[in-house]
């Protein structure tokens, strides 16, 4: 480390050079040399090590790749992007392929089946994904396999939160209808205290009209009695 320091003060002395420059002149070129084999590496890939998703069986695949193959390949839910538990207790016990069934369950949604595979256990199931990926690898399609898994996925996440706010909802109108039902009864009290108030006061009002009325009524009859009486009095008198 001494001799790369005295190296350097030498060379900021001759080419009259700030030492600072010379400095950082040295770690940059140390930096290149060191990054330049990764750089180079990622470079030098195939344009396919993108290609790392793939929707097969109702499932989601995610793998990589090293040294040309295909490597960590394993199924995750496409709704919550846990991985999946595989159920081929089946396989182990039937002798048909037909009667030979993979399960793929999700412990993070309920336990629910999210798909099924018939004619083997997993590792069959797993040798057909690889060969499904190397199809679209041989035919160059893995581009656009790759888009439309990832707007599949978006379109699960929506899907997702479209249930979260559904499931929501409900309980905000439960507690509206409480108030308003509370308000209208509130408003059909006052309503019908004030047909009562008007009631009482029309009855009230109206008390001495039907007394005079009344009154009026009765002495109607006794007038035309009177009357009667008088015009029998008269005949009996002539």
């Given at each position: 480390?001494?001799?790369?320091?005295?190296?350097?003060?030498?060379?900021?002395?001759?080419?009259?050079?700030?030492?600072?420059?010379?400095?950082?002149?040295?770690?940059?070129?140390?930096?290149?040399?060191?990054?330049?084999?990764?750089?180079?590496?990622?470079?030098?890939?195939?344009?396919?090590?993108?290609?790392?998703?793939?929707?097969?069986?109702?499932?989601?695949?995610r793998w990589k790749y090293k040294k040309g193959d295909v490597v960590g390949l394993w199924c995750y839910c496409p709704k919550c992007q846990s991985m999946l538990m595989v159920d081929d207790?089946?396989?182990?016990?039937?002798?048909?392929?037909?009667?030979?069934?993979?399960?793929?369950?999700?412990?993070?949604?309920?336990?629910?089946?999210?798909?099924?595979?018939?004619?083997?256990?997993?590792?069959?199931?797993?040798?057909?994904?690889?060969?499904?990926?190397?199809?679209?690898?041989?035919?160059?399609?893995?581009?656009?396999?790759?888009?439309?898994?990832?707007?599949?996925?978006?379109?699960?996440?929506?899907?997702?939160?479209?249930?979260?706010?559904?499931?929501?909802?409900?309980?905000?109108?439960?507690?509206?209808?409480?108030?308003?039902?509370?308000?209208?009864?509130?408003?059909?009290?006052?309503?019908?205290?004030?047909?009562?108030?008007?009631?009482?006061?029309?009855?009230?009002?109206?008390?001495?009209?039907?007394?005079?009325?009344t009154s009026e009524q009765i002495e109607e009859p006794d007038r035309a009695q009177a009357s009667i009486q008088t015009e029998e009095i008269k005949k009996d008198g002539i």
């Amino acid at each position: 480390m001494e001799k790369i320091l005295s190296l350097l003060t030498r060379i900021s002395e001759l080419y009259t050079i700030p030492q600072w420059i010379v400095n950082s002149g040295a770690i940059t070129i140390c930096i290149i040399l060191v990054a330049f084999p990764f750089v180079a590496r990622y470079l030098m890939r195939p344009k396919y090590f993108k290609f790392r998703e793939l929707i097969l069986f109702k499932v989601l695949w995610r793998w990589k790749y090293k040294k040309g193959d295909v490597v960590g390949l394993w199924c995750y839910c496409p709704k919550c992007q846990s991985m999946l538990m595989v159920d081929d207790e089946n396989c182990r016990s039937e002798e048909t392929l037909q009667h030979k069934i993979t399960y793929f369950v999700c412990q993070e949604c309920g336990g629910n089946e999210l798909g099924r595979v018939i004619g083997g256990d997993r590792r069959y199931i797993l040798s057909l994904v690889k060969r499904d990926i190397w199809r679209h690898i041989r035919d160059g399609s893995y581009n656009e396999v790759s888009s439309a898994t990832k707007g599949a996925l978006e379109l699960y996440a929506q899907f997702e939160e479209t249930n979260i706010q559904s499931a929501e909802a409900p309980v905000i109108s439960e507690e509206t209808p409480s108030s308003e039902i509370s308000d209208a009864n509130e408003s059909t009290q006052a309503s019908s205290h004030k047909a009562e108030e008007q009631k009482e006061t029309s009855l009230h009002v109206n008390a001495p009209e039907v007394m005079e009325t009344t009154s009026e009524q009765i002495e109607e009859p006794d007038r035309a009695q009177a009357s009667i009486q008088t015009e029998e009095i008269k005949k009996d008198g002539i």
